[in-house]
Every structure is written in structure tokens, then in C-alpha cells.
T-cell receptor
Framework: AQKVTQAQTEISVVEKEDVTLDCVYE???????LFWYKQPPSGELVFLIR??????QNEISGRYSWNFQKSTSSFNFTITASQVVDSAVYFC?????????FGQGTELSVKP | ETGVTQTPRHLVMGMTNKKSLKCEQH?????MYWYKQSAKKPLELMFV???????ENNSVPSRFSPECPNSSHLFLHLHTLQPEDSALYLC????????????????FGAGSRLTVL
């Protein structure tokens, strides 16, 4: 069965701290895609990144970086020098057959 | 308008009411989705329409009835709901599902917050 686990329900940090959001997935497929979405208080989920299972290169986009490790079935997300605007719920998701399976989300609160 | 628009943003209804949620996308996508987001639970996929045909129905109770009249519009008709149906209902769109391991990026609307009394 496919499953995505985000063990951290809530994280609270102070502005400028680095924070890592964990994501562990389960799948029997060899070809799959992993995603991260951000859900700010306004409600809509915003796409952050998509990674296919054959590309284990880490990715950096500004203050955001992602660490994909197939050996541990993890796709962790790090925010460097966090800002108040980063406060949101972050979802990791696994794509199977074109439909997304979401984790339960991690609520990040960045305090000034 | 751009992106995915959902109306109404907030809805309060009694258990005997009939109401509808509307979703419209202006992205030229040909697949649309309904997700339910309840507190402390993962997003649950309810329905998927691809090229205006329903391709996914995840054991959703019949009191939820989707309608997709064209590739730009998606409705969720609600009748005789229960209090446990109170949730945020999110609409999303993407290009049509391709292959067994699709890589579709979904674009979401802001959701319709439903409260059933």
C-alpha cells in the first residue's frame, strides 16, 4: 500500500532559525513522484516541488531545499533562515496512478 | 480571473438542506478533482474527472454528487449531509492523468468551508 507519513504535526520556531520538515513514504512502485505543497492560512495549496523517483539530486530554491533519499524512503524539506511568511501547513505527497496521496501535514509556526 | 476559483468560500447548512459548491478553472486544464480536508486528517480524494468523465470515486457517500458539465467547471451537490461532513472542500485541476505514474501538478482553489448544523 502507498502511504505518506509526516510525523511532525506542529513545529514552532523563531524567525531566522532553520527548520526541517520530515516526510517518509511507502510504495512498491519503482517509478513514482513526490511533491511538497504549502497551505497558507488563505486555504489554497501551493505547489512547491515535484521530484521523480529516478532523480535523487538534492534541490535548492532560494531558502528552500529538499533532500531525497530512496534508501530511507524520505523526502525532507528544509527552510533556511525562516520568516514569518513561511508560517503555513506543509504537505508531502506521493503520486500513484496520477492521484496524489497526501501526508497529514506539518503546521509550521514562525514567530517574530 | 486566473487559477482555480471556488464559491462559496463559506457555507452553513442544515442537515436537510440542498446546496452546491462550484469550482471554475481558467488554466486550460482537462482534469478536475474534489478533495475533502477535515481537521487532523490527510486530504481525502473524493472525485476525479478527466476529459469530463468521472475516473475516480473513492467510496464517497451518495449524499455527495459531483457534476462536471465541461472541462472548466466542476460542481459538488450536497444533500442531507451529516455534521461529520463539516470540512474544507478543495477543488483542484491539472492536465489529464497520463500513464500509471502520473506526474501531474495540481493547482488548487482556496476551498469552500462547509459547516453542517
Amino acid at each position: 500500500a502507498q502511504k505518506v507519513t509526516q510525523a511532525q504535526t506542529e513545529i514552532s520556531v523563531v524567525e531566522k532559525e532553520d527548520v526541517t520538515l520530515d516526510c517518509v513514504y511507502e510504495t512498491r512502485d519503482t517509478t513514482y513522484y513526490l511533491f511538497w505543497y504549502k497551505q497558507p492560512p488563505s486555504g489554497e495549496l501551493v505547489f512547491l516541488i515535484r521530484r521523480n523517483s529516478f532523480d535523487e539530486q538534492n534541490e535548492i530554491s532560494g531558502r528552500y531545499s529538499w533532500n531525497f533519499q530512496k534508501s530511507t524512503s524520505s523526502f525532507n524539506f528544509t527552510i533556511t533562515a525562516s520568516q514569518v511568511v513561511d508560517s503555513a501547513v506543509y504537505f508531502c505527497a506521493l503520486s500513484q496512478g496520477g492521484k496524489l496521496i497526501f501526508g497529514q501535514g506539518t503546521e509550521l509556526s514562525v514567530k517574530p | 480571473e486566473t487559477g482555480v476559483t471556488q464559491t462559496p468560500r463559506h457555507l452553513v447548512m442544515g442537515m436537510t438542506n440542498k446546496k452546491s459548491l462550484k469550482c471554475e478553472q481558467h488554466l486550460g486544464h482537462n482534469a478536475m478533482y474534489w478533495y475533502k480536508q477535515s481537521a487532523k486528517k490527510p486530504l481525502e480524494l473524493m472525485f476525479v474527472y478527466s476529459l469530463e468523465e468521472r475516473v475516480e470515486n473513492n467510496s464517497v457517500p451518495s449524499r455527495f454528487s459531483p457534476e462536471c458539465p465541461n472541462s472548466s467547471h466542476l460542481f459538488l451537490h450536497l444533500h442531507t449531509l451529516q455534521p461529520e461532513d463539516s470540512a474544507l472542500y478543495l477543488c483542484a485541476s491539472s492536465q489529464a492523468v497520463q500513464g500509471a505514474t502520473g506526474a501531474n501538478v495540481l493547482t488548487f482553489g482556496a476551498g469552500s468551508r462547509l459547516t453542517v448544523l
